[in-house]
């Protein structure tokens, strides 16, 4: 069965420190990854997929399918990137996730 | 470019009421799925439906039902309201395969 998991809950950084936020999946085929934000009053939104190997808002995430993560890094936080973070698998047919409970990233100025 | 619709925004039912919620997809898009996040985790997957059929179901019971319009538009029905069902439901659509958009969700409170 697939599964996710996202071990904090809450994450607090100085501005322009190194953020990482951790999820590691379970998934027994091949697993499409991908990295939802909600900022505050705003509906769930895309960040980015481990597909389109993409760096967005200058956040990567790499899928290692040794250790089943898919960390979300930023070399440098800033304010703006305080919001809710969560980790999502996508199943077999596409617009079908499953997502870890979310970390709620706070950036101090 | 309105984005997916929910409606109500906001609702509350009584125990073993019934409640329909609706959404209006992204203009194009055949699929939507439907997602319960109760307060503190993540969204769960309920139901997808494509080109009016459904494509998979999460494990919720099934006092929880759905269905897909002609026009892309879907309906999230829940009977016998519980307790528990108290959520923030999420609709989103998408072009099967690609970024999956989602609604602003509705508020249920069962009391």
């Known amino acids: 069965a697939q599964r996710v998991t996202q071990p904090e809950k809450l994450l607090s950084v100085f501005k322009g420190a190194p953020v990482e936020l951790k999820c590691n999946y379970s998934y027994s085929g091949s697993p499409e990854l991908f990295w939802y934000v909600q900022y505050s009053r705003q509906r769930l939104q895309l960040l980015l997929r481990h597909i389109s190997r993409e760096s967005i808002k200058g956040f990567t995430a790499d899928l290692n399918k040794g250790e089943t993560s898919f960390h979300l890094k930023k070399p440098f936080a800033q304010e703006e990137d305080s919001a809710m973070y969560y980790c999502?698998?996508?199943?077999?047919?596409?617009?079908?996730?499953?997502f870890g409970t979310g970390t709620s990233l706070t950036v101090i100025p | 470019d309105a984005g997916v619709t929910q409606s109500p925004t906001h609702l509350i039912k009584t125990r073993g009421q019934q409640v329909t919620l609706r959404c209006s997809p992204i203009?194009?898009?055949?699929?939507v799925s439907w997602y319960q996040q109760v307060l503190g985790q993540g969204p769960q997957f309920i139901f997808q439906?494509?080109?009016?059929?459904?494509?998979g179901r999460g494990n919720f019971p099934d006092r929880f039902s759905a269905r897909q319009f002609p026009n892309y538009s879907s309906e999230l029905n829940v009977n016998a309201l519980l307790l528990g069902d108290s959520a923030l439901y999420l609709c989103a659509s998408s072009l099967i395969g690609v970024e999956a958009f989602f609604g602003q969700g509705t508020r249920l409170t069962v009391v």
């Open positions: 999502a698998l996508a199943g077999n047919t596409g617009n079908q996730f499953y």
């Open positions: 439906y494509y080109e009016k059929e459904e494509r």
């Open positions: 203009s194009g898009h055949k699929s």
